[in-house]
């Protein structure tokens, strides 16, 4: 088991910058995600990590080695990918069974291992069987059998649920947090899009973006507390709503000036905000905390319902309030709305996020 | 469905159709063009061919039909051979022993070799291109013109007896008169001419290799010839079964080589003879056409069971 460490890692395709400045521990046995859109660069650290890829600068540290010139094959890494990567002229035995014998363990051992690993992960009745004969949910099985069975200090996830449906998906992300974290204390690193997964199996997630790290934190952190308006955008579901609009004071109370509509802020965030009175600034409020009602109600406000998604349990209703920018707003199931039905919202008070809208930086 | 609906769906449906028609109509024009060539050239050839090895004919007067007789030829001249018989005795018998030795010799290395120059060729290093391009030209030239540069290069104060003087001096064979050396010689430039075409059929194949494949075989700790072991050849085997079988089968029927480098009487104690070369001098020396015919057939049942027995063998599609 071991601590991973990239100090100040730069990779760069071409002009692209895909990995930027990114400096990040890993601690021993601890569940890392990194999380963020396609294109943040997140597997390209993941592959740093593995080797597979050479940082134009920075560092890459695995347990005590610095690990920058040393070859993949040599890192004591294990890696899921996305495709699983199963070698497909193997049975799976074989595939198990192949970093072991790369490692040169002795044929007795190897069969050991290979069907203790196989009755761990329940699949000792596929061995004989190719990868080409096995369901999605197997192939992952097979797949992280092989990634586990020679005791990797570090190990390495590439968006390893993506290929599975719905269901299997939600199984899969119990299982891995419970065989990974749980059971074998592997030091873990995590890629995902999935912000779900992400908040579900995290001891800690790297909110990335462009490159950058935009924030590490654990799940409830990361979702409690962005660091930013990109953290706050992307953690979530729904997305948070971005009210946009100048700070403004009067008669020692704070306003949101929305154009249409002057937003009072409530007292609680009076002397944080104090100083950016006069300066744009974007406030965030989660969906789940805008509550919508058909009539007016003390400190709400009108709104214009542009769409909405029915859920079953709930319901995601968009609703402009100016005609232009769209929010979103859950409400409970069984609420009577329709298409361009005037409707009134209000925040809770004590949820409310503020950000710079310049750096995009939080304030509160 | 309201009329003016139903009248247009229908509409588009019989427009489709004819497009259809069309689109099959143009197919059939342009598939019986290789079609008649391929039957008259082809299938016509090979079925009067055989109609032919029952017949004696010197290609003017008329046919006599003569059963099995020029099948006994055949077989007479490989007894004859098995017995000890010298060449010009048993040339079937010498061409069929060179030629198994030759694929035997050309078959492996040139198969083995593709592979290998597959395996450089697809490393992403400088000037690739150019080795690519080095290595695939032998196979846009013509064998004769290779052949007669080789007979040069293979002459007894040759460029390669020249080298071969640095690596094992004294050793400075005749190549090409030498019948100890000549079946090797000939095999040598099959080889050379040869590996450049099949590399290009495993570089495409090794290119369709997933690359997150290596790379988990790369991370569980196989080096650069344990991947080519482990993970290149066993995912080649689809085209390594194409290339051997392309191989036996120009191999078993190879001509052109011979008939430049040892001659049509197959050059010093018929070392270079092959059963081509005897075909053709039957057909066209010794004006025996349904002879040479029935020697076609043997050859054809030859090249069909080698190459059938190893697809059966082989053949496992692994993707």
């Not at chain 1, 094959?73 to 070698?87: E, G, H």
């Not at chain 1, 002795?106 to 080409?132: H, M, Q, S, T």
């Not at chain 2, 988990?216 to 482990?230: D, N, S």
Request: proline share 5%; net charge positive; charged share 20%.
């Amino acid at each position: 088991m071991a601590r991973v460490f990239l100090e100040n890692v730069v990779k760069k395709f071409g002009k692209v910058v895909a990995v930027n400045h990114v400096t990040l521990e890993v601690k021993d046995k601890e569940f890392m995600v990194l999380l963020g859109p396609s294109g943040c660069g997140k597997s390209t650290t993941l592959r740093l990590i593995a080797g597979l890829e050479t940082p134009d600068e920075g560092k890459i540290w695995i347990g005590d080695r610095l690990v920058n010139e040393i070859d993949p094959t040599k890192r004591n890494v294990a890696m899921v990918f996305q495709s699983y990567a199963l070698y497909p002229h193997m049975t799976v035995y074989r595939n198990i069974e192949f970093p072991l014998k790369m490692a040169r363990v002795p044929k007795e051992e190897r069969r050991r291992k290979v069907i203790e690993v196989a009755k761990f992960l329940g699949i000792e009745d596929l061995l004989n069987r190719y990868p080409k004969q096995l369901s999605g949910g197997q192939q992952q099985r097979v797949a992280l059998a092989r990634a586990i069975v020679r005791e990797p200090e570090v190990f390495l996830l590439d968006e390893p649920l993506s290929n599975l449906d719905a269901k299997l998906r939600v199984k899969m992300r119990f299982e891995l947090r419970r065989l990974l974290h749980d059971e074998l204390q592997i030091t873990t690193i995590y890629v995902t899009h999935d912000q779900v997964e992400a908040m579900t199996m995290a001891d800690k997630i790297a909110v990335m973006n462009a490159g950058k790290i935009m924030q590490v934190g654990s799940p409830i952190d990361v979702f409690e507390k962005p660091a930013n308006i990109f953290v706050a955008g992307f953690i979530g579901v729904p997305p948070m709503s971005f009210f946009e609009g100048t700070l403004i004071e009067k008669q020692k109370s704070l306003f949101l000036d929305l154009g249409s509509v002057l937003f009072r802020i409530p007292k609680t965030y009076y002397s944080a905000l104090h100083p950016h009175v006069g300066s744009e600034i974007v406030m965030g409020i989660r969906p789940q905390d805008i509550k919508v009602t058909l009539e007016p109600q003390e400190d709400s406000y009108e709104g214009k319902i542009v769409g909405y998604e029915p859920l079953g349990t709930e319901t995601y209703i968009h609703f402009t309030i100016n005609g232009t920018k769209e929010y979103i707003a859950v409400i409970p199931r069984g609420m009577r709305i329709s298409l361009k039905r005037k409707v009134y919202w209000k925040s809770n008070p004590q949820k409310l996020y503020f950000f710079r809208k310049s750096t995009g930086e939080a304030i509160y | 469905m309201s009329k003016s609906h139903l009248f247009l769906s229908q509409k588009m449906k019989s427009l489709l159709e004819k497009r259809k028609s069309r689109e099959a109509l143009e197919a059939l024009i342009l598939i019986s063009v290789v079609t008649c060539l391929n039957m008259v050239f082809g299938y016509f050839a090979a079925a009067f061919a055989f109609y032919l090895s029952f017949f004696k004919w010197d290609y003017i007067g008329p046919m006599e039909f003569v059963g099995l007789k020029n099948f006994m030829v055949i077989f007479k001249d490989l007894w004859r051979g098995i017995s000890g018989a010298y060449f010009f005795q048993a040339p079937f018998y010498t061409g069929l022993k060179n030629i198994l030795l030759y694929t035997a010799i050309v078959v492996p290395t040139q198969t083995i070799l593709a592979m290998i120059l597959a395996a450089f060729a697809n490393q992403k290093i400088k000037g690739v291109q150019f080795y690519k391009v080095s290595y695939f030209l032998p196979a846009v030239t013509s064998p004769v013109i290779i052949a007669l540069i080789f007979i040069w290069l293979f002459m007894k104060q040759g460029y390669i007896n020249y080298m071969l003087q640095f690596v094992a001096p004294g050793f400075a064979p005749d190549w090409i008169n030498d019948k100890s050396y000549l079946l090797y010689a000939i095999a040598l430039v099959a080889i050379w001419g040869t590996s450049g075409h099949f590399m290009v059929s495993f570089l495409a194949a090794m290119q369709s290799i997933p690359r997150d494949i290596y790379e988990a075989a790369m991370l569980e700790g196989a080096g650069p010839i344990r991947r080519f072991i482990y993970i290149t050849v066993p995912m080649l085997k689809p085209m390594i079964v194409y290339v051997v079988v392309l191989g036996l089968i120009g191999a078993l029927q190879m001509f052109d080589l011979a008939w430049v480098m040892a001659g049509s009487n197959g050059g010093p104690g018929g070392a270079g003879y092959t059963m081509a070369l005897d075909i053709y001098n039957e057909a066209f020396i010794n004006l025996r056409p349904g002879v040479a015919a029935a020697k076609s057939i043997f050859l054809f049942a030859l090249i069909f069971s080698v190459t059938y027995v190893f697809q059966k063998k082989y053949k496992v599609m692994v993707r």
